[in-house]
Structure formats: C-alpha cells, structure tokens
C-alpha cells in the first residue's frame, strides 16, 4: 500500500542554517505530494504541494521537488528563522484515492538564536 | 471568513463515557475527515465522508462513530468502547472535483481530548 517515511526528529538548528527534512515515499501510479506545518497547539496548515514528478513546491522561502526516480520530496529551506520551529508533515495522496492523504510522523524541528 | 470550527479544544472526560466532538465547515467543501493524532505516531485516519448521508471507516474506525446528515457537519463520537481515547483529534475537509486544489486538506485547530 501507500506509505510515506520521512526523517525521525527532533531537528536542532541555528537561526540563519540551511533545512533539509527528508521524505520518501511508496506509491502505485502518480501521487500527489505535500508538506504540511503544524504550530505548537495548532492543527495543520498547507505549507507547499507539488502534483506531477519534477514540479517543485515553494512558499515561504520553503521548497520541495517531486522526484519519482528517487521517490522523494526533500523539504528545503536556505536560511531558517526562530518562527519556523513546528513539526513538519509529509503526506501523499493517492492517484486515483477518494482523496484522504497518508501522513509521515512529522519531523519536529527547533530554530535556536 | 472560510475555514474549520473544531468545538471544544479541551475536553475531559471519564472512563466509560461517551463524548462527541463538533467539526463544522463553511468551504462548501464535499468530503471531510477525522484524524487522531498521537506523539511520534503522525496522524491516523479514523472516518471519512465524501458526500452527505455517506462514510467510510479509516485505518483506526474501532471505538468512534460519525454523521454525516449535513455537508457542512461531521460530529465524531468517542465511545466507551475506544480503549485508549486521549489524544488530539483533527477534522479536516477537501474539495472532491478536479482542479489545483483537489486533495488539499484544509483542517481545524483540533480538539485535546483527556481522559480522567
């Protein structure tokens, strides 16, 4: 079945570093991809998507190719801030699926000054 | 404006009682869903409804009940029978047609459920 796998947490960085959370995933036909946000307390909130292999997803200085050779859809970001600390989901949805996606366990991720 | 209304954020509840928690929308959106999300577990599916008077069970069903009876509400029930009920429950909803934002999930700032 469909599976999504992404980096175990808990990611600690520096203000101003470079991002990289890791997602892979496993899929008949074409998925399409997702990366969500979730604040302290809050629930989730889109972040970037991508549909087809090849696109690439951005928002907020964040980014994320859909790679099908290597099934991945790394999140990125060049230079982190203290207010992107959250936890950060990958999720597909299913070519062809009555549209409920399939979560990853989130990678929580801690911006230090 | 447009979103997800998850009633209440906190709620306690004893052991062997039954709680209902209120999802509403105002997207226009035809399917929505349930999640239960527990810490490092990600978030498990629990219901889902495509259309009204119409739902499936997820990959965690056991233990909850839903209805569907209008498009823009989708009440989850905890019962007794769900052996381990705490946690942060999120409803969400999605558009069911083509376009840009079919599968998008647009959620709620979920429901804290503590069980006493």
């Known amino acids: 079945g469909n599976s999504v796998t992404q980096m175990e947490g808990p990611v600690t960085l520096s203000e101003e570093a470079f991002l990289t959370i890791n997602c892979t995933y496993t899929?008949?036909?074409?998925?399409?991809l997702f990366w969500y946000v979730q604040y302290p307390g809050e629930g989730l909130q889109l972040l970037l998507k991508?549909?087809?292999?090849?696109d690439k997803g951005s928002n907020k200085g964040f980014e994320a190719t859909y790679r099908k050779e290597t099934t991945s859809f790394h999140l990125e970001k060049g230079s982190v801030q203290v207010s992107d600390s959250a936890v950060y989901f990958c999720a597909l949805r299913g070519y062809g699926s009555q549209g409920n996606l399939i979560f990853g366990k989130g990678t929580k991720l801690s911006v230090k000054p | 404006d447009g979103g997800i209304t998850q009633s209440p954020k906190y709620l306690f509840r004893k052991e062997g009682q039954n709680v209902t928690l209120s999802c509403e929308q105002n997207l226009n959106h035809d399917a929505m869903y349930w999640y239960r999300q527990d810490p490092g577990q990600g978030l498990r599916l629990i219901y889902y409804?495509?259309?009204?008077?119409?739902?499936q069970k997820g990959d965690i069903a056991e233990g909850y009940s839903v209805s569907r009876e209008k498009k823009e509400s989708f009440p989850l029930t905890v019962t007794s029978a769900q052996k381990n009920p705490t946690a942060f429950y999120l409803c969400?909803?999605?558009?069911?047609?083509?376009?840009?934002?079919?599968?998008?999930?647009?959620f709620g700032e979920g429901s804290r459920l503590t069980v006493l």
């Open positions: 991508a549909t087809k292999a090849d």
């Open positions: 899929a008949t036909g074409y998925p399409s």
């Open positions: 969400a909803s999605s558009s069911t047609g083509t376009g840009g934002n079919t599968g998008e999930l647009f």
């Open positions: 409804s495509q259309i009204v008077n119409d739902f």
